[in-house]
């Protein structure tokens, strides 16, 4: 398999993280969206919405969409639950993550790493109040129990840790949710953890 990829983007980083989790082995094609190579006729041609991450499978096929990519990776391990309940919260947690949580903390962290915070200023007061709203929704969940589906981690945590982790970079303060913070602590220490920026580390991304 093949994972079109940016190394610093959450929606990329849920992916690499199932896929090492997972030990499916997978060739890294770097994309930088900071230099529009989204944007080029030939990336156009494999995803025409133009976006990453792009799963391409050994038989030419490719998905686009982080979290329809977790799911098809995940069918059948222990990640994706079978049980109909709990798959259904799988998606109700996908679906949350992508409306309500990555609008607002994912795009506040991208204005700050790509230095968009002056042009963007008018709304960041509403970026601010839905994505603190986002994290007290979570925190009421994880003062409950300690995984999003049912009692086991799945991919609904790998899709809400992705961004959650680094909403500090956007300016949201974690201290506040000390649920949410020890939730953080126990993806980390899921077996083949990797860190957002294992790329950068070792020196390939």
Not at 138 to 144: C, D, K, T
Request: charged share 25%.
């Amino acid at each position: 398999m093949r994972l079109y990829d940016f190394w610093e983007s959450g929606n990329c980083y849920k992916v690499r993280l199932l896929l090492a989790q997972l030990g499916i082995p997978c060739e890294i094609v770097p994309v930088d969206i900071l230099k529009r190579e989204t944007r080029t006729p030939e990336f156009r041609a494999l995803n025409p919405n133009q976006r990453v991450p792009l799963l391409e499978l050994p038989d030419g096929r490719r998905l686009a969409e982080s979290n329809a990519i977790l799911l098809y990776l995940a069918e059948g391990t222990p990640l994706l639950p079978r049980d109909a309940w709990q798959r259904a919260q799988v998606h109700q947690w996908l679906f949350f993550e992508q409306y309500s949580h990555e609008p607002y903390i994912a795009v506040l962290r991208f204005w700050h790493f790509a230095g968009l915070l002056e042009q963007n200023r008018a709304a960041l007061p509403e970026k601010h109040e839905r994505g603190h709203h986002a994290l007290a929704v979570m925190e009421s969940e994880l003062a409950q129990r300690e995984y999003f589906a049912g009692d086991r981690y799945s991919v609904a945590d790998i899709a809400l840790y992705a961004y959650t982790h680094a909403a500090g970079e956007g300016g949201f303060e974690l201290a506040a949710y000390p649920a949410v913070s020890r939730w953080l602590e126990r993806v980390r220490a899921q077996p083949g953890h990797v860190p957002l920026d294992a790329q950068r580390r070792a020196g390939r991304a």
